[in-house]
């Protein structure tokens, strides 16, 4: 009989229910949980900043590719097409010592540079530009690149941060909830950014800005983590923030 009750007390020790829920200590004075929060904003452009590669194909000697500039005589043609597409004349600025890399990092080109508010007809202008410089001797309009922008750029990015801290908050309280415990008062918050070579502080602000090669000529380009188009400008902001590690009531 007592082996009997023996073996179904044993019996009930394996089969019964354990609980698995670990139940949590009080957060110690000054506790905290830090978590990373993820905003982004965007609207259209308002304007879009235009960097025109001017070049021709380098000329080779015996020992490899032979320097040789471009002239700003070339360059001032292209701004005089410009000016008869009714780009202001003295919106234009004139580079005569930048590199193209269609031709290699060592080639020697000029570029234009200026502001288009008709973000719409973009597409329409630089078609109107290659057409006119097309049959012209010398240099050609050989890469572009295109900065798109919007005016009230801070705006855009307070409310990227908005974003940013309700992330940070939502986040901060399923982690705490993982620990039976809530998230309580904000103790710090900084902004958490690490740009990289296509990510440029500009005019104060920090906005997703095109400056990758000009080796080519492409009205959309959008990269991951934020766009920059004809279509929108995303700005994105990545906040640390800590808050108090409270018990749950």
Known sequence: MKRFILALVVAVA??????TAVAASPPEEGAGITVL??????APPDSVRIKLIVSEEPIYGPGGPV???????????????LVELGIESDAIEINPFTRDYVYGPASSAGELTFTYTDVPGLRSLVESLLEEVEDRRGPKVSGAQFDFRVDDCKALETEAMRAA????????ERLAATLGMTAGNVISISEDVA???????????????????PGGIGLFSGRVGGTNSAVKV???ILVKTTFTLEASE
Do not use: N
């Open 14 to 19: 394996f089969v019964a229910p354990r609980e």
């Open 37 to 42: 929060g993820y905003g982004s904003a965007s």
């Open 67 to 81: 320097l040789k500039f471009v002239q700003m005589a070339d360059l001032e043609d292209v701004r005089d097409v």
């Open 165 to 172: 801290v309700a992330d940070a908050r939502d986040r901060a």
């Open 195 to 213: 740009l990289s070579d296509s990510d440029v502080a500009v005019e104060g602000c920090i906005a997703k800005h095109y400056t990758g090669s």
């Open 234 to 236: 995303e700005i994105g």
